[in-house]
């Protein structure tokens, strides 16, 4: 039985150190993205990473730094048409008890009302979406 979850939630993503993050659960984003101020590239161990510096609340300059290894590297078309080579990378997401690996894309989304969209790719076969409901699991502390 799938996950029922609202349009919009809070959730985590605790190998990159952000406790809660308000996300806006896309369906029509295949892939979920990130939002993402500043990147910068490197190299550990032979394999390429990334570290991320992420405001994850809304009008707060409060900003996280976190690394992750890039796993791809994609031309996404965002809902304006336009086209933005951006960097994936896979981390596990966690929602209402539950935590799955999920893979999205970083770009800086500053003029957007979310730091982040959970895409269909994400919740497929896992998750229900109630266009109606917000906020099903809380706000995560």
């Not at 039985?1 to 952000?18: D, H, S």
């Not at 336009?82 to 994936?88: D, K, P, W």
Request: glycine share 8%.
């Amino acid at each position: 039985m799938p996950m029922l979850i609202g349009w919009r939630e809070w959730l985590a993503l605790p190998n990159l150190g952000i406790a809660r993050i308000k996300a806006k659960v896309d369906t029509g984003a295949r892939t979920s993205c990130l939002h993402a101020h500043h990147l910068e590239r490197f190299t550990e161990q032979g394999t390429p990473w990334v570290r991320i510096w992420v405001h994850p609340l809304q009008k707060t300059t409060q900003s996280i730094c976190c690394a992750a290894p890039i796993v791809d590297e994609r031309v996404v078309t965002d809902s304006g048409g336009h086209q933005e080579r951006r960097l994936v990378i896979q981390t596990p997401v966690s929602i209402g008890g539950e935590s799955w690996p999920i893979e999205m894309t970083l770009t800086n989304r500053d003029t957007m009302k979310f730091r982040m969209l959970l895409g269909r790719t994400a919740i497929a076969g896992r998750c229900a979406v109630d266009p109606g409901k917000s906020f099903i699991y809380g706000k995560l502390r």
